[in-house]
T-cell receptor
Framework: EAQVTQNPRYLITVTGKKLTVTCSQN?????MSWYRQDPGLGLRQIYY???????DKGDVPEGYKVSRKEKRNFPLILESPSPNQTSLYFC????????????????FGPGTRLTVL | GDSVTQMEGPVTLSEEAFLTINCTYT??????LFWYVQYPGEGLQLLLK???ADDKGSNKGFEATYRKETTSFHLEKGSVQVSDSAVYFC????????????WGLGTSLAVNP
């Protein structure tokens, strides 16, 4: 089944304890991205990747890192989580990574609910 | 910059009622427009999309027409079911934004039997 998977789905952690949220897609998609969803603010892009080894900042990258060593995986790393990173996180992928307009659908994972105490 | 505004919820309807969720956008050029749905406890699923003016997207009985003259993409369904209870998001993707989706804040829909 074609899908985007995220792990873990739920995580409660403490301030400063490094964590990684994994994202994997089995559709050979070039483009992947991370969003966070917060009440009243909606979904905001954290980082995106046009293809392997190509990543760039979205609108709210502070406190996050990503890597794209393989096409299928795009982990989100929080080196020193803080309470303001408590949020619902979504990973997305899409067939083509292009800076030109695209009609490709973006497929989303099930979300990771992170609480930082 | 680009933005999306959608009607605030929650919206509560009885089964078989008509649904409209309003969505308007601000963007230069010709963005692609989307409706995504988030069922309780699940991720975001694409419901329908339209990529140029006057296109109508449709899926599962839902429809939305890309109206450039009114910069709108309202979601409609003629007869809602309890299983349509979810949060609905309007979004756009525009050239020059590196494939970033710009989102509305979501509209929660509850359908009662």
């Amino acid at each position: 089944e074609a899908q985007v998977t995220q792990n873990p789905r739920y995580l409660i952690t403490v301030t400063g304890k490094k964590l990684t949220v994994t994202c994997s897609q089995n559709m050979n998609h070039e483009y992947m991205s991370w969003y966070r969803q917060d009440p009243g603010l909606g979904l905001r892009q954290i980082y995106y990747s046009m293809n392997v080894e190509v990543t760039d900042k979205g609108d709210v990258p502070e406190g996050y890192k990503v890597s794209r060593k393989e096409k299928r995986n795009f982990p989100l790393i929080l080196e020193s989580p803080s309470p303001n990173q408590t949020s619902l996180y979504f990973c997305a992928s899409s067939p083509r990574g292009s800076r030109r307009p695209s009609t490709d659908t973006q497929y989303f994972g099930p979300g990771t609910r992170l609480t930082v105490l | 910059g680009d933005s999306v505004t959608q009607m605030e919820g929650p919206v509560t309807l009885s089964e078989e009622a008509f649904l409209t969720i309003n969505c308007t956008y601000t963007a230069t050029g010709y963005p692609s427009l989307f409706w995504y749905v988030q069922y309780p406890g699940e991720g975001l699923q694409l419901l329908l999309k339209a990529t140029k003016a006057d296109d109508k997207g449709s899926n599962k009985g839902f429809e939305a027409t890309y109206r450039k003259e009114t910069t709108s993409f309202h979601l409609e369904k003629g007869s809602v079911q309890v299983s349509d209870s979810a949060v609905y998001f309007c979004a756009l993707e525009n050239a020059g934004n590196n494939r970033k989706l710009i989102w509305g804040l979501g509209t929660s829909l509850a359908v009662n039997p």
